[in-house]
């Protein structure tokens, strides 16, 4: 009898490990969320009031399940209709074809002032050039130690990006040659703890990053259990670095380890307006997204 419950407690655990192997491979890896967030910034032109920037990134396009899920991702960004589309890093993975493949989809993708890139370190061991040729190819724009500006009758913001900070060498200053003192930075940048960095610059209001997927498996009540280099400041969420905002996406995909859990891919729908930037705990302070009742603690949301 004692032998049997062992016998039944044993195959219990095992369809338990199973189901959950299968949920972290198949389901949540593709269960796509999109989180939405409000930014006040002090210096915000006001024609720019309300402007609407959806963040993605880490597609590591090339890996099968991410290659087929991504005109899923399009459709979902397209459904926003945003002003502006920020692609932070790691489009590629090494060993793949698959931003090339993917042209098409990439072609399909349309916001009123562009699309803009930024490498990360994926993209450098996929081969950056290919892989910014391919994207321009698809009307994608490459920010790498540069910027653009984007106007509004006599208003202007500017949309600057650096290259990859661990496989090569960012410039802020590069990227911000010309630009005026006064002027209102939204800075592209894959890895988040550059952050530290980029609160020096006045200009910069807002940095987006991705490079963490979020750590992919988040324990509940003790987090992401593993975190990339340069990615352990900030894991995901939103934050206040000094007089600037910070959002750090889980990105879309995984990379060559395909497994999700408590993390789930999401596309991040940031809308700009003028007013006082939240008020600081004397900390790097959170701010939190719309709707205001989600929580957020430590930078990291619930899935929701």
């Known amino acids: 009898m004692a032998r049997s419950k062992r016998r039944s407690a044993a ?4 369809a338990a490990l199973a189901a959950l192997s299968w949920y972290t491979w198949r389901i949540e890896t593709r269960w796509l969320r999109t989180v939405r967030l409000t930014l006040p910034v002090p210096s915000l032109p006001p024609a720019f009031d309300g402007y609407r920037i959806v963040h993605v990134s880490d597609l590591h396009l090339g890996i099968p399940l991410t290659q087929r899920f991504f005109p899923r ?16 890093g790691d489009v590629a993975t090494a060993g793949y074809d698959g931003v090339s493949q993917a042209r098409a989809e990439f072609a399909r ?7 803009y890139f930024v490498p ?4 450098y061991y996929a081969g950056v050039d290919a892989v910014e040729a391919a994207l321009m190819r698809s009307g994608v724009t490459p920010l790498r130690n540069a910027h653009t500006v984007v106007s509004r009758g ?31 930075v ?4 894959h890895e988040p703890d550059f952050a530290r960095i980029a609160t020096a610059e006045p200009r910069v209001v807002l940095q987006l990053s991705g490079h963490t997927h979020g750590g992919q498996i988040r324990v509940p009540g003790l987090g992401a259990v593993m975190l990339p280099h340069l990615g352990h400041l900030y894991p995901a969420g939103a934050y206040r670095v000094g007089n600037m905002g910070l959002y750090v996406t889980t990105g879309i995909g995984t ?16 809308t700009l307006v003028r007013g006082p930037f939240p008020a600081s705990n004397g900390r790097d302070a959170v701010w939190r997204p719309d709707p205001s009742s989600w929580p957020v603690v430590g930078g990291l949301r619930p899935v929701v």
Do not use: W, Y
């Open 11 to 14: 195959g219990a655990v095992g």
């Open 120 to 123: 990360g370190n994926h993209d």
């Open 73 to 88: 991702v399009v459709q979902a960004v397209l459904r926003e209709q945003p002003d502006l589309v920020a692609l932070t």
């Open 109 to 115: 993708l349309d916001a009123a002032d562009g699309l």
């Open 255 to 270: 990379g060559k380890f395909v497994m999700r859990f408590n993390c789930r891919p999401e596309i991040a729908v940031i």
């Open 186 to 189: 939204i800075l592209l940048a």
């Open 154 to 184: 006599t208003d202007r913001i500017v949309i600057a990006g650096i290259d990859d900070v661990i496989l090569s060498v960012p410039d802020l200053n590069q990227a911000l040659a010309g630009v005026p003192d006064d002027a209102c």
